[in-house]
């Protein structure tokens, strides 16, 4: 098994589980509040999980693996700057950096 494929699917599988959380977790919900973007929590939500889904798509389709790892450093990025505006610790902003490093490597390797 390669490390490209081991990022692939634990990227995608975080993305799909995030999404879900975004809808039926009450920490998550509060996090929406939080980032004062409660009003795009299930835009975000479906968001992910759809790129989440692509990403594992894109084992079998190139295509569907660029678009969704595109759209993952998007979302990733502006994680990243959402966290750093609301003045965040280093702590909560290194996962959002993590993916973003995560997406890129996808991206780069498909």
Not at 68 to 80: E, G, R
Request: charge should be positive.
């Amino acid at each position: 098994m390669d490390i490209n494929y081991i990022i692939i699917v634990f990227t995608a599988v975080s993305f799909i589980v995030y999404g879900i959380n975004s809808f039926v977790s009450k920490k998550m919900i509060s996090e929406f509040k939080r980032w004062k973007l409660e009003k795009y929590r299930k835009a975000i939500g479906i968001c992910q999980f759809t790129c989440g889904t692509g990403i594992l798509l894109g084992l079998k389709f190139k295509l569907i693996l660029i678009v969704s790892s595109i759209i993952l450093i998007a979302m990733m990025l502006v994680a990243v700057l959402v966290r750093i505006k609301i003045k965040d610790n280093i702590s909560e902003i290194i996962p959002a950096i993590a993916y973003l490093v995560l997406g890129v490597l996808i991206l780069h390797y498909s």
